[in-house]
């Protein structure tokens, strides 16, 4: 007699028309059935994908988790647009999360996966060496930016609490490089790229792939809780750039803030003055709870990363 | 022009003597795959700071060293030191003589004020020569990672003493104790004499410090630059505590009080051998 197949575990990937949501949807969707849900347009999804374009904080979304019963959601939608009004940020990111967690309450799904950032910590002169999963989030210090986020993971945080049924993981990668669109992977992608005279801070990077592997590990039935996630072992911002073969032009910090508000005020720059504290201070994590509890490991060393950069232009 | 400046500046490695460099350059120092340890220590950095502080250790201040045996080869410690001279040359000093007089040299991690890492380029220069921003945390980690401590528990009010107070020591701060309680690491007391005389101050001014937002204000009549005198620096034996390291205040405060004995006792003899300020 023939065995009947297994279901395959259900998953829903919100904002996966983004890299790193394209990125894990190829690596899940052979082991799960993947539910794509992103409010824009996607490209080169793999056709067992069924996606819906739908902005989560619309009632349609809600039809989604009523077709078919969800086993877990990874929740990567968080929308972070420099040029957008902080209020489209908090009602997009915190609201649509809230709705999220709501439906997911009420449809009893088993598990949810957060990402969130190493930078709600915020650098800061005062900071340890390797920030834990306890300490403060203080990046809304100095950068209004990060506050909408700094929101979501609180909020997230409170569903330990309000649903211990839920299986509910945060992530808190550092700064994610590879093929990803984000401030430090233009950063390191830039050919003169601008830093600060007399700065030089240790980094901690994280491959897109190897973070794709962290969202598979959290995504194991049991694994529960906030985990940060880096990369290889720290470097110094300059060693990074002398890999990449980089020409870095060092300037005084408070020319380089003026040049940043000034282009930032006419439009020519969309990088946000406050994030400079990123190439001034340390804000790195200790990733040892993801490395026991998740059994989470790196793949990819400094080098993988530098090779990645110089031959794979961001397309 | 900024290669020639390097060469020149890594051609001065050759006045530091060519066996006591290649110790220095074997010494395990916890570096990673990439050459720096994970506060951003470089031990290739060494090469440029390594040696001016062999000429103001041997040359200039021609300091002596007694009781260096009882610093481990391995393993954590802390070692407590006086802290005096306006300038903190004592800290360099003490680094120096772990590394340049040592058998196995011995790198010194000491904890700086949280606002030298806004300062630039000393934010840079002290991160690659191994000091490390004072939080807890870190103290702890660099112990787990088999480190050796120096610390200051005066503080700046340890350095910043006028001159009719030279030797005496300020009140103790306690976190040291603790965190050697907590983490089961022995204490090695260090007498440093020579510093006091380094910058004589006659008054601190410490209004004026306060508008200017520096530590202390010191009023120098002989100049703000270190006189040539000569450094003693005396390392004591080991000192193993035992108890909790969340008692309160008073138990903690007798413990440290053991610390400042040892340490005044050296300085006392410090103070007894030596026959002048200059030699």
């Known amino acids: 007699m023939k065995e ?23 690596r899940l969707h052979r082991r799960f059935d993947v539910i794509g849900v992103d409010r824009r347009k996607v490209k080169h999804l793999p056709k067992d994908i069924q996606f819906e374009r739908v902005d989560i904080r619309r009632r349609r979304f809600e039809d989604v988790f009523r077709r078919e019963q969800i086993d877990a959601v990874v929740h990567l939608n968080i929308m972070h647009d420099p040029r957008s009004t902080d209020a489209e940020h908090h009602d997009f990111n915190i609201n649509g999360t809230k709705k999220l967690f709501e439906l997911c309450a009420e449809h009893r799904v088993g598990k949810v996966v957060v990402l969130s950032s190493a930078n709600v910590y915020g650098p800061d002169p005062r900071n340890p060496q390797f920030l834990t999963e ?35 993981v945060i992530l808190r990668p550092v700064h994610i490089v590879g093929q990803v669109n984000n401030a430090p992977s233009r950063f390191l992608r830039l050919d003169t790229p601008i830093t600060l005279l007399g700065f030089d801070p240790m980094l901690q990077l994280i491959h897109v792939e190897d973070l794709v ?103 | 022009m900024f290669q020639k400046i390097k060469s020149k500046v890594l051609g001065t490695v050759d006045r530091i003597p060519k066996e006591t460099w ?17 506060f951003g220590f470089e031990p290739e950095f060494l090469k440029y700071i390594g040696p001016p502080i062999y000429f103001f250790h041997k040359k200039y201040f021609r300091s002596k060293i007694t009781g260096l045996e009882n610093v481990p080869d391995t393993g954590a410690c802390i070692l407590v030191s006086n802290h005096s001279g306006q300038i903190a040359l004592d800290g360099m000093l003490i680094g120096a003589a772990c590394m340049f007089d040592k058998k196995r040299p011995r790198m010194i991690r000491s904890m700086v004020e949280h606002w030298i890492p806004t300062l630039p380029f000393a934010s840079w220069v002290f991160a690659r020569s191994g000091q490390v921003t004072g939080t807890r945390d870190n103290a702890r980690l660099l112990l787990e990672r088999d480190g050796c401590l120096l610390v200051f528990p005066e503080g700046v009010k340890g350095i910043s003493k006028t001159y009719d107070r030279a030797y ?24 440093v004499v020579g510093g006091e005389e380094q910058i004589p101050s006659v008054w601190n001014i410490e209004s004026l410090a306060g508008a200017v937002g520096i530590p202390s204000f010191p009023v120098t009549p002989l100049g703000a630059l270190p006189l040539p005198v000569k450094y003693h620096i005396h390392f004591g034996e080991p000192l193993l505590f035992e108890g909790k390291a969340d008692e309160e205040d008073r138990a903690i405060r007798d413990k440290v009080d053991v610390v400042t004995k040892a340490i005044e006792k050296l300085i006392d003899n410090g103070l007894t051998e030596r026959t002048g300020f200059f030699f």
């Open chain 1, 4 to 26: 009947r197949k297994k279901r395959k575990q259900r998953v829903i990937i919100t904002g996966i028309a983004g890299r790193l949501g394209l990125a894990l949807a190829r």
């Open chain 1, 134 to 168: 306890d300490a403060p989030l203080m990046g809304g210090q100095n950068f209004d930016g990060i506050r909408d986020l700094i929101g979501l993971d609180m909020f997230c945080n409170t569903f330990f609490w309000r649903h211990p049924e839920i299986e509910t």
């Open chain 1, 213 to 315: 592997s962290a969202f598979e590990r959290a995504l194991i039935p049991g694994i529960r809780g906030v985990y940060n996630i880096a990369g290889p072992s720290p470097v110094p911002l300059s060693y990074m750039l002398e890999k990449l073969r980089r020409k870095p032009r060092p300037m005084p910090e408070a020319m380089v803030r003026g040049l940043l508000k000034m282009g930032w005020a006419i439009k020519v720059s969309d990088w946000p003055w406050p994030e400079l504290d990123h190439i001034k201070y340390v804000c790195m994590v200790d990733d040892s709870r993801a490395r026991e509890e998740l059994g989470f490991t790196h793949t990819h060393e400094i080098d993988d990363i530098v090779r990645e950069i110089l031959t794979r232009p961001l397309k």
């Open chain 2, 22 to 38: 290649a110790r220095i350059e074997e010494m395990e120092a916890g570096q990673n795959e990439y050459g720096f340890d994970p």
């Open chain 2, 168 to 191: 005496e020591l300020a009140n103790f701060g306690l976190g040291f104790m603790r965190l050697a309680l907590e983490t089961q690491t022995p204490i090695i007391p260090i007498g």
